[in-house]
C-alpha cells in the first residue's frame, strides 16, 4: 500500500480544514442527548450541509462531493482534530444511507436522502426490542399486510435519540410462517410522529433523556416505505450491520484525535515516562495509529473492489475496546476532576472526558454486543467450530 497522500487529496484535506477553522463553534454545543442540545446539533448539521460538508462521499445530487473513501477518512480526521460537535444525523447518514445506496429505490434515495443530509429528517434505528438484542431474529413486532401498504404493531427498545428524531427504520416480522427465524422478516421506515406510535424515554446512566423506547399501534406505513422486498429484511439489515460495526460509524480520526488529547492532556499533568499510566497513554496513541492504517488499508481494498464483510466484527472490538481503555486512562490521570461532567464549574474540557467515559462504557455492547462480535471472528474470519447458542 503506497501511503503517500496525492496532492489532490491533501488540497481536500485543506479546504475541510480551512472550513471547520472558520465554522466549528468556539464553545461546544449542549449534549446532543438533550433537547436543546440536539436543536442545536440540527443547525450544525444544516451549516455542514449548505457547503456539502455533511456527507463528502455521496454523489453530488443527494448533497455530497462525490468523495472517495480516502477523502471521506482525512475529512474525519480534520473533523475530530478540530473538536466539531458529534453528529446528530450519524444513524441516518452511517446506517440507513449506505442501506438505500445498496438497495433502496432511486425514489427511495431521492426522498429520504436530502433532507438527511441538511438534519431536516433525523433518524433513530428501531430494531432491538425488549427479548431480542443480540438474537435480533427472534423479534415479535410485526407488520402486516394491509391496503396499499403495512401495519406496524409491537414494541422496540435501546433506541438512540428516538426521544428527538424524526424518523425510524426497523425490522418487523411479516410472515409468522416463514421456515426460520431469518426469513419472513421485513425492512421498513416509519415516522416517529405518525398516529399509533408512542415513544418514551429510557433512563441513561448519564441522566440525559434522548434515548428511548417505542410502543407501535397499528401503525400505517405505505409500500414506499419498504426497504427491498417483502420478507427479505434480514439480508438488508446485515447490510446495515456491516456498517454499523465498521469503520463508517466509528472512524479512526475519532481516536486519532482522542488519543492526541489524551497526550497532550499527559503532558499538562506533568507525566512521566516510564510510568503504568505513561505506558497507557502509550498504548492509546499507537492503538489509534493501527486503527488509522488498518482504515487506510481498508478504503484501498474497497475502493479495488473488495467488500467490508466479516471484518467488520473485528473493527467493533477494535474500535470499542480503544475507546473504553482510553477514557479509562483519561480519568486515572485527572483524578476525582475526571468525575464532573458537562455543566460542572471546575469540569476539565467542559466535561468531555466524564462523558466520553460514560458513553464508552456502552462501546461493548451496542451495535451487537462483543461476544457476539467474538464469535463472529472465531467462526467467519478464524474457521473455528461454530459455538454452542
Ligand atoms: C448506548 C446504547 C445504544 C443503543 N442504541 C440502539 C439503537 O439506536 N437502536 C437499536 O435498535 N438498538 C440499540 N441498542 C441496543 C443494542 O444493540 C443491544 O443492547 C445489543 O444488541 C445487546 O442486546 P441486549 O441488550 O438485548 O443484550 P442480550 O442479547 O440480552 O445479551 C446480554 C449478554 O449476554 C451475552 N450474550 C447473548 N447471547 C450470547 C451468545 N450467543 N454468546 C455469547 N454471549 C451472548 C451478550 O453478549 C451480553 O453480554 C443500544 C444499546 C446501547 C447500550
Redo the contacts with the bound molecule.
Keep these: 500500500m503506497d501511503l503517500d497522500i496525492a496532492p489532490a487529496d491533501e488540497a481536500f484535506r485543506a479546504e475541510a480544514r480551512d472550513w471547520l477553522a472558520a465554522h466549528v463553534p468556539a464553545v461546544p454545543l449542549p449534549s446532543l442527548e438533550t433537547a436543546e442540545g440536539f436543536a442545536a446539533h440540527r443547525e450544525w448539521e444544516r451549516q455542514l450541509a449548505a457547503d456539502r460538508w455533511s456527507v463528502v462521499s455521496w454523489p453530488r445530487e443527494h448533497g455530497g462531493r462525490d468523495a472517495s473513501l480516502l477523502r471521506w477518512l482525512l475529512f474525519e480526521e480534520e473533523y475530530y482534530a478540530a473538536g466539531a460537535p458529534g453528529r446528530v444525523g450519524q444513524?441516518g447518514i452511517h446506517l440507513l444511507a449506505p442501506t438505500l445506496f445498496e438497495h433502496g429505490t432511486d425514489e427511495q434515495r431521492a426522498r429520504v436522502l436530502g433532507p438527511m443530509a441538511r438534519g431536516e429528517a433525523v433518524w433513530?434505528?428501531?430494531?432491538?426490542e425488549p427479548e431480542?438484542?443480540?438474537?435480533?431474529a427472534s423479534l415479535r413486532s410485526t407488520a402486516v399486510r394491509t391496503d396499499g401498504g403495512w401495519l406496524l404493531n409491537g414494541q422496540?427498545t435501546?433506541?438512540?435519540r428516538?426521544a428527538f428524531a424524526d424518523r425510524a427504520f426497523g425490522l418487523f416480522r411479516s410472515d409468522p410462517d416463514a421456515a426460520r427465524p431469518h426469513q419472513g422478516l421485513s425492512y421498513l421506515m416509519f415516522p416517529l410522529d405518525a398516529p399509533g406510535v408512542t415513544v418514551r424515554p429510557l433512563g441513561r446512566l448519564d441522566g440525559k433523556p434522548a434515548?428511548a423506547e417505542l410502543f407501535l399501534d397499528d401503525v400505517f406505513v405505505p409500500d414506499a416505505d419498504l426497504i427491498g422486498a417483502p420478507g427479505q429484511g434480514w439480508r438488508v439489515a446485515m447490510s446495515t450491520a456491516g456498517n454499523e460495526r465498521g469503520l463508517t460509524l466509528r472512524s479512526p480520526g475519532r481516536f486519532t484525535a482522542a488519543a492526541g488529547r489524551l497526550a497532550a492532556l499527559w503532558h499538562e499533568m506533568g507525566g512521566t515516562a516510564g510510568t503504568a499510566l505513561g505506558e497507557r497513554v502509550a498504548d492509546a496513541l499507537i492503538g489509534a495509529r493501527a486503527y488509522q492504517l488498518f482504515g487506510y488499508a481498508q478504503v484501498s481494498r474497497l475502493g479495488a473492489g473488495g467488500a467490508v464483510g466479516a471484518e467488520s466484527s473485528l473493527t467493533k472490538v477494535f474500535w470499542s475496546e480503544l475507546d473504553l481503555a482510553l477514557h479509562e486512562t483519561a480519568l486515572d490521570l485527572l483524578g476525582p476532576y475526571g468525575a464532573l461532567a458537562d455543566g460542572a464549574d471546575e469540569a476539565p474540557a467542559h466535561g468531555s472526558w466524564a462523558d466520553g467515559y460514560t458513553f464508552s462504557l456502552?462501546g461493548p455492547?451496542?451495535?451487537?454486543?462483543?461476544?457476539?462480535q467474538r464469535?463472529l471472528i472465531a467462526e467467519r474470519l478464524l474457521g473455528l467450530p461454530k459455538?454452542r447458542?
Design positions: 444513524n433513530a434505528q428501531a430494531w432491538s431480542s438484542g443480540s438474537d435480533l422496540k435501546w433506541s438512540s428516538a434515548f456502552a455492547i451496542y451495535a451487537g454486543t462483543n461476544e457476539i464469535d459455538g447458542r
